[in-house]
Protein backbone atom coordinates (compact mmCIF):
# COMPACT_ATOMS: atom_id res chain seq x y z
CA UNK A 1 0.00 0.00 0.00
CA UNK A 2 3.33 2.46 0.38
CA UNK A 3 3.66 2.00 -3.38
CA UNK A 4 -0.02 2.92 -4.08
CA UNK A 5 0.23 6.44 -1.88
CA UNK A 6 3.69 7.08 -3.86
CA UNK A 7 2.10 5.93 -7.22
CA UNK A 8 -0.78 8.72 -6.84
CA UNK A 9 1.50 11.26 -4.78
CA UNK A 10 3.52 11.18 -7.93
CA UNK A 11 0.34 11.24 -10.75
CA UNK A 12 -0.97 14.02 -8.98
CA UNK A 13 2.09 16.11 -9.15
CA UNK A 14 2.51 15.29 -12.68
CA UNK A 15 -0.93 16.20 -13.50
CA UNK A 16 -0.41 19.53 -11.28
CA UNK A 17 1.97 20.76 -13.33
CA UNK A 18 0.24 20.13 -16.98
CA UNK A 19 -1.56 23.43 -17.17
CA UNK A 20 -1.94 26.54 -16.27
CA UNK A 21 -3.58 27.04 -12.85
CA UNK A 22 -7.60 26.88 -12.17
CA UNK A 23 -8.17 28.20 -8.82
CA UNK A 24 -10.52 26.29 -5.80
CA UNK A 25 -11.84 29.16 -4.65
CA UNK A 26 -12.22 30.45 -1.39
CA UNK A 27 -15.78 30.11 0.90
CA UNK A 28 -16.60 27.28 -1.60
CA UNK A 29 -17.92 24.39 -0.03
CA UNK A 30 -18.06 20.56 -1.22
CA UNK A 31 -19.81 17.41 0.01
CA UNK A 32 -18.63 13.89 -1.43
CA UNK A 33 -19.89 10.38 -0.69
CA UNK A 34 -18.64 6.77 -1.46
CA UNK A 35 -17.41 3.65 -0.39
CA UNK A 36 -14.10 2.91 1.08
CA UNK A 37 -11.84 0.07 1.79
CA UNK A 38 -10.17 -0.31 4.92
CA UNK A 39 -6.99 -2.56 5.12
CA UNK A 40 -5.14 -2.98 8.18
CA UNK A 41 -1.49 -3.71 8.12
CA UNK A 42 -0.46 -6.98 8.17
CA UNK A 43 1.28 -7.39 11.49
CA UNK A 44 -1.07 -6.42 14.28
CA UNK A 45 0.76 -7.07 17.33
CA UNK A 46 0.87 -9.12 20.04
CA UNK A 47 -2.56 -9.46 22.33
CA UNK A 48 -2.44 -11.93 25.25
CA UNK A 49 1.03 -13.74 23.95
CA UNK A 50 -0.42 -14.55 20.44
CA UNK A 51 -0.32 -12.90 17.38
CA UNK A 52 -3.18 -10.79 16.35
CA UNK A 53 -4.51 -10.28 13.01
CA UNK A 54 -7.63 -7.90 12.32
CA UNK A 55 -9.43 -7.95 8.80
CA UNK A 56 -10.60 -5.50 6.29
CA UNK A 57 -13.57 -3.78 5.53
CA UNK A 58 -15.99 -2.03 2.90
CA UNK A 59 -17.87 0.96 4.37
CA UNK A 60 -19.58 4.05 2.72
CA UNK A 61 -17.80 7.05 3.52
CA UNK A 62 -18.43 10.84 3.53
CA UNK A 63 -17.20 14.23 3.59
CA UNK A 64 -17.49 17.75 3.81
CA UNK A 65 -14.62 20.29 3.09
CA UNK A 66 -14.64 24.27 3.68
CA UNK A 67 -11.81 26.27 1.38
CA UNK A 68 -10.65 28.67 3.79
CA UNK A 69 -8.06 29.89 0.74
CA UNK A 70 -7.95 29.44 -2.92
CA UNK A 71 -6.75 25.74 -3.13
CA UNK A 72 -6.72 25.01 0.55
CA UNK A 73 -9.81 23.44 2.66
CA UNK A 74 -10.27 21.91 5.55
CA UNK A 75 -11.71 18.25 5.16
CA UNK A 76 -13.61 16.46 7.67
CA UNK A 77 -14.19 12.64 7.25
CA UNK A 78 -16.71 10.59 8.32
CA UNK A 79 -18.46 6.95 8.08
CA UNK A 80 -20.97 4.47 8.77
CA UNK A 81 -19.27 1.79 11.41
CA UNK A 82 -16.22 -0.15 10.02
CA UNK A 83 -16.55 -3.86 11.38
CA UNK A 84 -13.24 -5.99 11.94
CA UNK A 85 -13.08 -9.51 12.92
CA UNK A 86 -9.79 -10.02 15.25
CA UNK A 87 -8.05 -13.42 15.21
CA UNK A 88 -5.41 -14.65 17.38
CA UNK A 89 -2.57 -17.23 15.98
CA UNK A 90 -5.17 -17.28 13.54
CA UNK A 91 -8.34 -18.27 15.35
CA UNK A 92 -10.87 -15.71 15.18
CA UNK A 93 -12.03 -14.59 18.72
CA UNK A 94 -13.63 -11.48 18.57
CA UNK A 95 -15.17 -8.61 16.09
CA UNK A 96 -15.07 -4.99 16.97
CA UNK A 97 -16.97 -1.81 15.29
CA UNK A 98 -14.82 1.63 14.97
CA UNK A 99 -15.62 5.60 13.54
CA UNK A 100 -12.85 7.27 12.19
CA UNK A 101 -13.70 10.57 11.76
CA UNK A 102 -10.71 13.04 10.39
CA UNK A 103 -9.78 16.14 10.12
CA UNK A 104 -7.49 17.35 7.54
CA UNK A 105 -6.25 20.13 5.67
CA UNK A 106 -6.11 19.64 2.14
CA UNK A 107 -4.17 21.57 -0.84
CA UNK A 108 -5.97 21.27 -4.52
CA UNK A 109 -2.68 21.86 -6.90
CA UNK A 110 -4.66 24.33 -9.45
CA UNK A 111 -4.87 22.79 -13.58
CA UNK A 112 -6.39 23.66 -16.25
CA UNK A 113 -7.63 20.11 -16.79
CA UNK A 114 -10.60 18.55 -15.50
CA UNK A 115 -7.75 16.00 -13.57
CA UNK A 116 -7.99 18.04 -9.64
CA UNK A 117 -5.09 16.54 -7.71
CA UNK A 118 -4.54 16.80 -4.17
CA UNK A 119 -2.83 16.20 -0.90
CA UNK A 120 -3.84 16.10 2.97
CA UNK A 121 -2.59 15.68 6.08
CA UNK A 122 -4.43 15.45 9.80
CA UNK A 123 -5.90 14.29 12.96
CA UNK A 124 -7.78 10.88 13.50
CA UNK A 125 -9.47 10.13 16.39
CA UNK A 126 -10.67 6.41 15.77
CA UNK A 127 -13.57 5.08 18.36
CA UNK A 128 -14.13 1.47 19.08
CA UNK A 129 -17.11 -0.33 20.49
CA UNK A 130 -19.56 -3.47 20.48
CA UNK A 131 -16.83 -5.77 21.07
CA UNK A 132 -18.30 -9.09 20.56
CA UNK A 133 -16.29 -11.01 23.56
CA UNK A 134 -17.27 -10.36 26.87
CA UNK A 135 -14.81 -7.99 28.41
CA UNK A 136 -12.78 -7.39 26.04
CA UNK A 137 -11.94 -3.20 25.80
CA UNK A 138 -10.45 -1.55 23.04
CA UNK A 139 -9.23 1.83 23.72
CA UNK A 140 -9.96 4.92 21.25
CA UNK A 141 -6.65 6.09 19.50
CA UNK A 142 -5.38 9.44 18.38
CA UNK A 143 -3.29 9.50 15.66
CA UNK A 144 -2.04 11.86 12.44
CA UNK A 145 -3.79 11.27 8.88
CA UNK A 146 -1.83 11.59 5.36
CA UNK A 147 -3.61 11.18 2.03
CA UNK A 148 -3.39 11.82 -1.71
CA UNK A 149 -6.41 12.19 -3.98
CA UNK A 150 -7.28 12.97 -7.43
CA UNK A 151 -10.51 14.35 -8.62
CA UNK A 152 -12.19 13.98 -12.19
CA UNK A 153 -14.59 17.03 -13.03
CA UNK A 154 -17.82 15.24 -14.89
CA UNK A 155 -19.61 18.60 -14.74
CA UNK A 156 -19.12 22.56 -13.60
CA UNK A 157 -19.44 21.18 -9.81
CA UNK A 158 -19.12 17.50 -9.77
CA UNK A 159 -16.84 15.33 -9.73
CA UNK A 160 -15.30 11.64 -9.33
CA UNK A 161 -12.99 11.06 -6.83
CA UNK A 162 -10.24 8.46 -5.82
CA UNK A 163 -8.39 8.90 -3.18
CA UNK A 164 -5.65 6.88 -0.51
CA UNK A 165 -5.53 7.74 3.38
CA UNK A 166 -3.25 6.60 5.79
CA UNK A 167 -3.86 6.22 9.72
CA UNK A 168 -2.14 6.06 12.67
CA UNK A 169 -3.92 3.65 14.63
CA UNK A 170 -2.54 1.86 17.76
CA UNK A 171 -4.57 0.90 20.08
CA UNK A 172 -4.09 -0.23 24.36
CA UNK A 173 -6.20 -3.69 24.85
CA UNK A 174 -7.41 -4.83 27.62
CA UNK A 175 -9.64 -8.32 28.92
CA UNK A 176 -11.48 -8.09 32.16
CA UNK A 177 -9.29 -4.58 33.13
CA UNK A 178 -5.89 -6.82 32.61
CA UNK A 179 -3.71 -5.17 29.86
CA UNK A 180 -3.06 -7.48 27.15
CA UNK A 181 -1.26 -6.30 24.25
CA UNK A 182 -1.57 -3.13 21.83
CA UNK A 183 -2.93 -3.30 18.50
CA UNK A 184 -1.12 -1.85 15.98
CA UNK A 185 -3.85 -1.23 13.19
CA UNK A 186 -2.13 1.52 10.57
CA UNK A 187 -4.89 0.95 7.91
CA UNK A 188 -4.87 2.17 4.87
CA UNK A 189 -8.40 3.69 3.35
CA UNK A 190 -9.18 3.61 -0.45
CA UNK A 191 -11.86 5.50 -1.30
CA UNK A 192 -13.87 6.31 -4.64
CA UNK A 193 -16.46 8.96 -4.54
CA UNK A 194 -18.42 11.67 -6.02
CA UNK A 195 -18.10 15.11 -4.93
CA UNK A 196 -20.08 18.19 -4.91
CA UNK A 197 -19.05 21.64 -5.02
CA UNK A 198 -21.32 24.42 -3.68
Excluded at 22 to 30: E, F, K, R, V
Amino acid sequence: MTNKLAALTLSTALVALAGPALAQSQGDWTVGFGVGYLDPKSDNGTLAGADATIDADTRPIFTAEYFVRDNLGIELLAATPFKHNISLNGVETSSVKHLPPTLSLNYHFPTNSAWKPYVGAGLNYTIFFDESLDGLEIDNSFGVSLQAGLDYMVSDAGAVRLNVRWFDIDSDVKLNGADIGTADIDPWLVGVSYVHRF
